[in-house]
């Protein structure tokens, strides 16, 4: 699809557009329905948008995978991560009450950190799974 | 009333996509149809005040689960073949189909049991979810009480599945990451050994 | 009449499930069979709304002024499915693609065949 103008256009145009609602869907999802899991789907598909229009290479030139598989790790690192830190201020696990000085504030910050885990961990995984599944069964010379 | 019509309606297009997948056999067909289905019950979901969930069911089964699916047939099947169909059933349908009416129907009495349908009343309302609805903005400051539920009361459910979500991309990746060296055909491969 | 309009709802989610679990068990090409899963799949997720949906609630996002809202749970359980769903479909496709450089095919038949195990 590398050479068909009105999809270039289009995409270069929506992609910033899917990228914005994705951080808008992981930050507000407190307030509005969303989340770290549908921003982190919303966030790959932006990138899934990309590899189908330029080319999986770009697209790995982009995101390259070393960099994705760190990223899915450190996803749930940081989820485990809040949880270890609120044990050491003397919570329970995962108690975010102690995170900072009143109850609530702790327990908003502790919401917004592990749901940007989650969005961290989702967004890397489908973006594995989809390079994984674009590149099977294709030489290095058919995925340039 | 309208609400109950407008259910009626997305419920009933949604059985008839499910057995129209049945019944296709050019596999593309059956791809474009599961994302059909998978977007309407995502409206399905906003009908029935989910929207969490029908935002994640219209991103995720409707957008990704289509895209894979896809991506997985254009490796199964060969370029030159179009039509990209799955062979004639060899089976009579009897056995499945009365396995599939006995429980069917075995279920649907199952439902006289059940609460009427949005019912306040009902005792899946009156356990938990008064609590979590009343307490949940004065104690976590959060509006969204799904957010609520899903971050700070279930974290730990939580990181339990997003655990699972990780473990499932390395299993992707064990199992088809990185690309084939050669291809040698199953016959011969079972020759040599 | 009554009676209908109560329960409508969960026999359509039953004959969506029926649907998804005939395609599983009657036909024997391996992506079919992973389509009636997730037919399966998302009919058990129209279930567990239907059970948390309140009749004139609102959407669980607190505001002034409304009362009634919808249950929450059933909410937060399926929103997670979902996604593990997804991760475990594609696990399963993954296996599929497996199966298909092995066999040469992701007919079922074809496959026993092979094996010469029916």
Known sequence: ?144 | MIESAVDITLLSLIAIHAVAIIRMRSLFAVIMLFGGFSFLSAGLFVAMDAADVAFTEAAVGAGISTILMLATLALTYAHEDVQKEEKQPTHKPWLPLSVVLITGGMLIYGTSDIPAFADPNAPAQKHVAPYYLKKSLPETGVPNVVTAVLASYRGFDTLGEVTVIFTAGIAVLLLIGGRRKSKIPFETRSNKE | ?118
């Open chain 3, 1 to 118: 009449m009554k009676y209908i309009v109560e329960h409508y709802n969960y026999w359509l989610v039953i004959i969506i499930m029926m649907a998804g679990f005939y395609t599983v068990i009657s036909r024997g090409n391996l992506i079919k069979k992973i389509a009636g899963l997730n037919i399966f799949q998302v009919s058990v997720f129209l279930l567990y709304i239907s059970i948390g949906n309140v009749k004139d609630g609102a959407t669980p996002i607190i505001e002034e002024g409304i009362t009634l809202y919808s249950n929450p749970l059933p909410h937060v359980l399926i929103l997670t499915a979902i996604v593990v769903g997804v991760a475990t479909t594609a696990l399963g496709l993954a296996l599929v693609v497996r199966i298909k450089e092995t066999y040469g095919t992701i007919e079922e038949d074809d496959i026993h065949n092979q094996d010469q195990s029916l």
């Open chain 1, 1 to 144: 699809m590398k050479h068909n103008l009105i999809l270039r256009v289009v995409s270069k145009f929506l992609i910033p557009l899917i990228f914005l609602f994705a951080l808008y869907v992981q930050f507000h999802g407190d307030f509005g329905p969303g989340g770290g899991f549908q921003a982190g789907i919303i966030f790959s598909t932006g990138i899934i948008l990309y590899a189908l229009v330029f080319g999986v290479a770009s697209a790995k030139k982009v995101i390259p995978p070393y960099i994705l598989r760190a990223l899915a790790s450190l996803g749930v690192l940081i989820y485990a991560a809040t949880g270890v830190a609120s044990l050491l201020l003397g919570g329970n696990y995962l108690e975010y009450g102690v995170l900072a000085s009143t109850q609530v504030a702790g327990q908003h910050l502790g919401i917004l950190v592990i749901e940007l885990g989650v969005g961290i961990t989702v967004m890397a995984v489908m973006l594995i799974i989809f390079f994984a599944f674009a590149e099977r069964g294709r030489s290095e010379e058919e995925c340039e």
